[in-house]
């Protein structure tokens, strides 16, 4: 069966499995870099974090599903208890934004995800 036509997810265009880690990678050194938000992540296991958010942006941006975390309402209403709020969710996406740039993804792409990424607002924020 022909692929021709078929587009590809936003996952396969930003480079697949390992730009998505290097992405990961970047992004996480920003944030934990930013005292906005690092006290968020003070007595997270980071490794294990990083390789949840790498299996999540894989599934959102298109790319093999293997997320098994919780739901975003979820998975922050402990840190919306801790004041989370639009300004850490700005500050996040904002290091989503720059770490993607960084690593030359196209403008289009970049927007793309940052559009998904501001899909998850409500959740995040528990609204």
């Not at 490794?47 to 894989?58: D, G, H, I, N, V």
């Not at 904002?94 to 501001?118: D, S, W, Y």
Request: no cysteine; glycine share 8%.
């Amino acid at each position: 069966m022909s692929t021709a036509g078929v587009a590809k997810s936003v996952y396969e265009q930003i480079g697949g499995e390992p730009a998505m880690a290097a992405a990961v990678e970047v992004f996480y050194r920003k944030v934990l870099a930013d005292d906005r938000i690092s006290h968020f992540f003070e007595d997270v296991d980071m490794e294990r974090q990083a390789a949840k958010q790498k299996a999540f942006l894989t599934m959102v941006t298109g790319g093999p599903s293997s997320y098994s975390g919780r739901d975003m309402r979820a998975g922050h209403a402990h840190l919306v208890k801790l004041g989370l709020n639009d300004m850490h969710f700005d500050a996040v996406v904002g290091h989503l934004k720059e770490t993607l740039e960084e690593l030359n993804v196209p403008a289009p792409l970049v927007q793309r995800v940052l559009t998904i990424a501001e899909g998850a607002r409500a959740d995040v924020l528990n609204r």
